[in-house]
T-cell receptor, first 115, second 112 residues
């Protein structure tokens, strides 16, 4: 499968625990995006990378959230001291990052449930 | 920052009828407007997009229109089929590879 992959697909954790999600973009894509989607809502932008550089972080991304893309390939999103309000689907997307090439391809998402 | 609104939130049509979803955006700097379809339990998938230098774009049964002056854009689906049933999101972005700001979605049901 040459599409965007995410791991794990589901994560159940207790409040206060730390969790880490991984995203593997399409191999030649240099832009990588993280979104959060709650039930009945559209995806909300969290952060994005151009290669290994984090270009923007949403105000939604509190200091409990951190994202990395150390070698410009896969990315990780860590949530520390999880809260019940963090329960959501976390979506990763990637794109070529070139003018004229438009589409962001989404991964299947990681569904987080905080008990 | 950019804000995208979308109407209606739910839409039911008879198979074969047309469906129209309307969106507005707030940031006049936005110039790329993708539309995504998300089936239940699946990832969002791009179905069509339009750039600000184009007023209308069509792909088979799907068309999008853009009024940049009014900051409105719309999705038109003709000859709807049951497999068109899904949640549709409009979105806006400053460039084609910038972050995308999504609307809240329209749940479309096509009744056979």
């Amino acid at each position: 499968d040459t599409g965007v992959s995410q791991d794990p697909r589901h994560k159940i954790t207790k409040r206060g625990q730390n969790v880490t999600f991984r995203c593997d973009p399409i191999s030649e894509h240099n832009r990588l995006y993280w979104y959060r989607q709650t039930l009945g809502q559209g995806p909300e932008f969290l952060t994005y990378f151009q290669n290994e550089a984090q270009l923007e972080k949403s105000r939604l991304l509190s200091d409990r959230f951190s994202a990395e893309r150390p070698k410009g390939s896969f990315s990780t999103l860590e949530i520390q001291r999880t809260e019940q309000g963090d329960s959501a689907m976390y979506l990763c997307a990637s794109s070529l990052g070139l003018a004229g090439v438009y589409e962001q391809f989404f991964g299947p998402g990681t569904r987080l449930t905080v008990l | 920052g950019e804000n995208v609104e979308q109407h209606p939130s739910t839409l039911s049509v008879q198979e074969g009828d047309s469906a129209v979803i309307k969106c507005t955006y707030s940031d006049s700097a936005s110039n790329y407007f993708p539309w995504y379809k998300q089936e239940l339990g699946k990832r969002p998938q791009l179905i069509i997009d339009i750039r600000s230098n184009v007023g209308e774009k069509k792909d088979q049964r799907i068309a999008v229109t853009l009024n940049k002056t009014a900051k409105h854009f719309s999705l038109h689906i003709t000859e709807t089929q049951p497999e068109d049933s899904a949640v549709y999101f409009c979105a806006a972005s400053m460039t084609s590879y910038d972050k995308v700001i999504f609307g809240p979605g329209t749940s479309l049901s096509v009744i056979p």
